[in-house]
């Protein structure tokens, strides 16, 4: 059974940009959730999809959003970048929410 | 804030020594996990602990948990020098629909 997937695995975008990141779940998982790893705020949680709707949002400005499509497949936007938005963005997805979560390798973002 | 921390923030070992991690959350819970990331990585899970239950083996990992104090501790026994990573627990957030991760603890076990 393949793995989460996330593409791309490292991204550099400059200030003011916007950028769209992406996760495969695992085959048959409907629940996908996104999280924020920076080293001084640790992993934060940015929201959460099941069946294309979003059923939790964390504590993060409306540049921030996603949506879950049909296949379950799920991207993330951040628009007007700022330098503090340079972190690993983690995608997991779960069978059911609060089970055991898989993780993919995530994507290295870096706003010079 | 996080529902979960873990205490302490590093920890340092020889290999052959045991690692023993804290965690401690907020509000009551269904399940409480734990995970291993590598530098840098994906992370990886480990264990998951039920609201209900107050210990669990998995090979060479002992996690116990205590509703009444809010807290699960995560004991990882002869180390490797391969055990060296970030441990986290993660809890279900109030309000559903979310895992919430602690701040985690870094392990560095020196061969």
């Given at each position: 059974k393949a793995?989460v997937t ?10 003011g940009?916007q950028?769209?990141?992406s996760?495969?779940?695992i085959s ?5 959730s996104w999280y ?8 934060q949680?940015?929201?959460e999809?099941?069946?294309?709707t979003?059923r939790?949002?964390?504590n ?5 959003s996603g ?7 799920s991207?993330?936007n951040v628009?007007?970048?700022e ?5 690993l963005y983690l995608c997991?997805?779960q069978?059911v929410?609060?089970?055991?979560a898989f993780?993919?390798?995530g994507?290295r973002?870096?706003?010079? | 804030?996080?529902?979960?921390e873990?205490?302490p923030?590093a920890?340092?070992?020889q ?9 401690s959350y ?8 734990w ?17 209900n239950?107050?210990e669990k083996h998995s090979?060479?990992?002992?996690v116990?948990l ?5 807290s699960?501790s995560?004991?990882i ?10 441990y986290?627990?993660?809890?279900d ?18 061969a």
């Amino acid at each position: 059974k393949a793995g989460v997937t996330q593409t791309p695995r490292y991204l550099i975008k400059t200030r003011g940009q916007q950028v769209t990141l992406s996760c495969s779940p695992i085959s048959g998982h409907r629940s996908v959730s996104w999280y924020q790893q920076t080293p001084g705020q640790g992993l934060q949680f940015l929201f959460e999809y099941f069946s294309e709707t979003q059923r939790n949002k964390g504590n993060f400005p409306g540049r921030f959003s996603g949506r879950q499509f049909s296949n379950s497949r799920s991207e993330m936007n951040v628009s007007t970048l700022e330098l503090g938005d340079s972190a690993l963005y983690l995608c997991a997805s779960q069978q059911v929410i609060n089970t055991e979560a898989f993780f993919g390798q995530g994507t290295r973002l870096t706003v010079v | 804030s996080q529902q979960g921390e873990e205490d302490p923030q590093a920890l340092s070992i020889q290999e052959g020594e045991n690692a023993t991690m804290n965690c401690s959350y907020k509000t009551s819970i269904n399940n409480l996990q734990w995970y291993r990331q590598n530098s840098g990585r994906g992370l990886v899970h480990l264990i998951l602990i039920r609201s209900n239950e107050r210990e669990k083996h998995s090979g060479r990992l002992r996690v116990t948990l205590d509703t009444s104090k809010k807290s699960s501790s995560l004991l990882i026994t002869a180390s490797r020098a391969a055990d060296t990573a970030s441990y986290f627990c993660a809890t279900d957030g109030s309000g559903g629909f979310k895992t919430i991760f602690g701040a985690g603890t870094r392990l560095f076990v020196k061969a």
